[in-house]
């Protein structure tokens, strides 16, 4: 793999990953003994100086004589802390350096603390990547015209579990199990591709860790509406059961050495077997009106069906997508159960929420001979409970279901289809192409769609911009005010220009996507960006000028990403000059062009 030089200055093309958080008791720090720690770098090192200082003063204004040992044994965890990071960048400096020089390759510098759960490490750098392509692996075969998102020039996109030392950008799954220490430290992005939701997808951890998970929630909704569309004549006509009988037939007769009029001649006598209902005229109640439910309200209007929709997570982008006046929307589950003759479910699986959603308790209100259709996970429907009523004769529809059952393995009402849904090669083919361009997308601009964590955001760069790059912050906000105006004090304090910025939050996370000029060192930025900035959890900086003139060409080779798992306990504060009062620091000694760091009160 092709390999450039980078600047030691701008540290182009590295990818990177910091992990910082606050030293602990028995921390396993080393002190790798390479020199040649910058200019550049000072302004990292000397905050950890300063932080230390700023310390020192916070425990001798607070502590009593009881509190004392346990001040000195935390100072003396910050300068451990303070001689970790120092020493990190001098590795980091010289690795970089030597690439310079020799124009490939990168070393192996020495990582500091333990990986392992059991030991509390104060700092976890991870070793600098110098990578051209970006990397991208996907666990699960890719069809081929989704990797035309990938341009060889720019990504590499390897398949199955590796256990190489590349440093992957984007990881991409279908049907693997993806498990948390299969992420490395260097990913910035998940993609799920294909049906069946995102279970197999730790989206709670890479919550934490500041990864975007992107799922493709609409590319096999086609596939699925149709095959609902299937599964209302199966259940109407006994289509199944009318082939199943004609092949005993042929079989039978074939055996008894009978021509082809005998054969007809049963079949013909035989039909009356398998007499239907028309779907025309009758009432389709659809619970979940998403992606795949409002196609299917739409598909049963056109089948001169009455519709009844229930959905209380409604968005205001689904409700566009819906067939306004001429379906009936259900207040609630129980008046959509009474009023339909086929109940279709489109809807996850959450152990809570939708667990059993039809059981014992609401089926009853059903009519008698209504049909249930599933392309929803099984456990969304209490089979159990379904075969119960069958059996007392309080229903006599047939269920028709994309999954096997346990309860109603072998049943003659329960028709079953192997998972058929979504399967199609137009969905697998839009699905995969989906993914992989939300993938290039992210990595090329750090615009966010279609992620079940992160909120969606875009920010178009302007067409006369002076913006050198690109900052996409992740943060915990945890619904606190003033995020925004922390990261804008901070790059302002730190020379930085805002030519445009956007920011959007989902949930307890806030990601920002800044244009700025006048950086640099990005790699000095960011660390400073994520000591100084409570609750950053990550940093992407896109470099505009590592590429030719083209949008996409200019982001995808070069950047720079820092993250912690911890953030310290300070964060930037007003611009004022510290005073004794509230920041700890008597001799103005932790003052920097008018930011202070400031400690809470408590623990």
């Given at each position: 793999?092709?390999?450039?030089?980078v600047?030691?200055?701008?540290?182009?093309?590295?990818?990177?990953?910091?992990?910082?958080?606050?030293?602990?008791a028995n921390?396993n720090?080393?002190?790798?003994?390479?020199?040649?720690v910058t200019?550049?770098?000072a302004?990292?090192?000397?905050?950890?100086?300063?932080?230390?200082?700023?310390?020192?003063?916070?425990?001798?204004?607070?502590?009593?004589?009881s509190?004392?040992?346990?001040?000195?044994?935390?100072?003396?965890?910050?300068a451990?802390?303070?001689?970790?990071?120092?020493?990190?960048?001098?590795?980091?400096?010289?690795?970089?350096?030597?690439?310079s020089?020799?124009?490939?390759?990168?070393?192996?510098?020495d990582?500091?603390?333990?990986?392992s759960?059991?030991?509390?490490?104060?700092?976890r750098?991870g070793?600098?990547?110098?990578?051209?392509?970006?990397?991208?692996?996907?666990f699960?075969?890719?069809?081929?015209?989704?990797?035309?998102?990938?341009?060889?020039?720019?990504?590499?996109?390897?398949?199955?579990?590796s256990?190489?030392?590349?440093?992957?950008?984007?990881?991409?799954?279908?049907?693997?199990?993806?498990?948390?220490e299969?992420?490395?430290?260097?990913?910035?992005?998940v993609?799920?591709?294909?049906?069946?939701?995102?279970?197999?997808v730790?989206?709670?951890?890479m919550?934490?860790?500041?990864?975007?998970?992107?799922?493709?929630p609409?590319?096999?909704?086609?596939?699925v509406?149709?095959?609902?569309v299937c599964?209302?004549?199966?259940?109407?006509?006994g289509?199944?059961?009318?082939?199943?009988?004609?092949?005993?037939?042929?079989?039978?007769?074939g055996?008894k050495?009978?021509?082809?009029?005998?054969?007809?001649?049963?079949l013909r006598?035989?039909?009356?077997?398998?007499?239907?209902?028309?779907?025309?005229?009758?009432?389709l109640?659809?619970?979940?009106l998403?992606?795949?439910?409002s196609?299917?309200?739409?598909a049963?209007?056109?089948?001169?069906?009455s519709?009844?929709?229930?959905?209380?997570?409604?968005?205001?982008?689904?409700m566009?997508?819906l067939?306004?006046?001429?379906?009936?929307r259900a207040?609630?589950l129980?008046?959509?159960?009474r009023?339909?003759?086929?109940?279709?479910v489109?809807?996850?699986?959450?152990?809570?929420?939708t667990?059993?959603?039809?059981n014992?308790?609401?089926?009853?209100?059903?009519?008698p001979?209504?049909h249930?259709?599933n392309?929803?996970?099984?456990?969304v429907i209490d089979?159990?409970?379904v075969?119960?009523l069958?059996?007392?004769?309080?229903l006599?529809?047939?269920?028709?279901?994309?999954?096997a059952?346990?309860h109603?393995q072998?049943?003659?009402r329960?028709?079953?289809?192997p998972?058929?849904?979504?399967?199609t090669q137009e969905?697998?083919t839009?699905?995969?192409?989906?993914?992989?361009?939300?993938?290039?997308?992210?990595?090329?601009?750090?615009?966010?769609?279609?992620?079940?964590?992160?909120?969606?955001a875009?920010l178009?760069?302007?067409?006369e911009?002076?913006?050198?790059?690109?900052?996409?912050?992740?943060?915990q906000?945890?619904?606190?005010?003033?995020i925004?105006g922390?990261?804008?004090?901070?790059?302002?304090?730190a020379?930085?220009?805002?030519?445009?910025?956007i920011?959007?939050?989902?949930?307890?996370i806030?990601?920002?996507?800044?244009?700025?000029?006048?950086?640099?060192?990005?790699?000095?930025?960011?660390?400073?960006?994520?000591?100084?900035?409570?609750?950053?959890?990550?940093?992407?900086?896109?470099?505009?000028?590592?590429?030719g003139?083209?949008?996409r060409s200019?982001?995808?080779?070069?950047?720079?990403?820092?993250?912690?798992e911890?953030?310290?306990d300070?964060?930037?504060?007003?611009?004022?000059?510290?005073?004794?009062?509230?920041?700890?620091?008597?001799?103005?000694?932790?003052?920097?062009?008018?930011?202070?760091?400031t400690?809470p009160?408590?623990e």
């Open positions: 793999m092709q390999r450039r030089a600047s030691a200055v701008s540290c182009e093309a590295t990818l990177r990953v910091v992990r910082i958080g606050r030293p602990r921390a720090v080393s002190n790798p003994s390479q020199e040649g200019t550049s770098d302004a990292w090192v000397a905050a950890a100086d300063r932080k230390l200082r700023v310390l020192g003063s916070v425990s001798t204004s607070r502590a009593g004589t509190h004392a040992a346990h001040d000195a044994e935390e100072a003396q965890r910050w451990e802390w303070e001689a970790a990071v120092e020493a990190e960048l001098r590795a980091h400096r010289a690795l970089v350096a030597a690439a020089s020799s124009g490939s390759g990168s070393g192996s510098g990582s500091i603390g333990s990986d759960e059991s030991a509390s490490t104060s700092v750098i070793d600098p990547k110098l990578l051209h392509p970006l990397q991208v692996r996907s699960d075969p890719l069809p081929a015209a989704s990797l035309d998102w990938f341009p060889p020039d720019r990504y590499h996109v390897s398949a199955g579990v256990d190489s030392d590349e440093a992957p950008a984007a990881l991409m799954v279908h049907h693997h199990v993806l498990l948390p299969q992420v490395p430290d260097s990913v910035c992005c993609s799920r591709f294909g049906s069946g939701g995102f279970a197999n730790p989206v709670g951890a919550t934490e860790r500041g990864i975007p998970v992107f799922t493709t609409s590319a096999n909704a086609n596939a509406k149709e095959a609902v599964a209302l004549m199966l259940a109407s006509r289509v199944l059961e009318g082939a199943a009988h004609a092949r005993r037939v042929i079989s039978e007769e055996a050495r009978r021509g082809h009029d005998a054969v007809d001649a049963r006598s035989d039909r009356h077997l398998f007499l239907g209902t028309e779907v025309a005229g009758k009432t109640g659809v619970i979940g998403g992606n795949v439910g196609l299917v309200a739409r049963a209007l056109d089948l001169d069906m519709v009844i929709g229930y959905d209380p997570w409604l968005t205001p982008d689904t566009l997508r067939p306004g006046g001429q379906m009936t207040d609630s129980e008046q959509l159960l009023g339909s003759d086929y109940i279709s489109h809807v996850h699986y959450f152990n809570v929420a667990h059993h959603l039809l014992s308790s609401n089926l009853g209100l059903c009519r001979n209504v249930l259709i392309f929803s996970p099984a456990r089979g159990e409970a075969r119960d069958w059996d007392s004769g309080r006599h529809g047939k269920y028709v279901s994309d999954f059952d346990p109603l072998g049943h003659p329960h028709l079953v289809l998972h058929l849904g979504a399967l969905a697998a839009t699905s995969a192409t989906s993914a992989s361009s939300a993938v290039s997308d992210f990595l090329s601009t750090g615009a966010i769609r279609q992620s079940v964590n992160f909120p969606a875009r178009e760069r302007m067409e911009s002076s913006a050198t790059g690109r900052l996409c912050i992740v943060v906000s945890n619904h606190e005010p003033g925004l922390r990261v804008n004090t901070f790059l302002e304090s020379g930085i220009t805002i030519e445009t910025q920011s959007a939050t989902k949930g307890e806030a990601y920002l996507i800044l244009d700025v000029a006048n950086v640099a060192d990005a790699s000095t930025l960011q660390a400073e960006l994520c000591l100084r900035v409570r609750r950053v959890v990550s940093s992407r900086y896109i470099d505009y000028s590592s590429g003139a083209g949008k200019t982001y995808a080779a070069s950047r720079t990403i820092w993250r912690h911890e953030v310290p300070f964060e930037v504060a007003d611009w004022q000059t510290a005073t004794s009062e509230g920041s700890g620091c008597e001799d103005n000694s932790c003052t920097k062009t008018g930011w202070v760091e400690w009160d408590s």
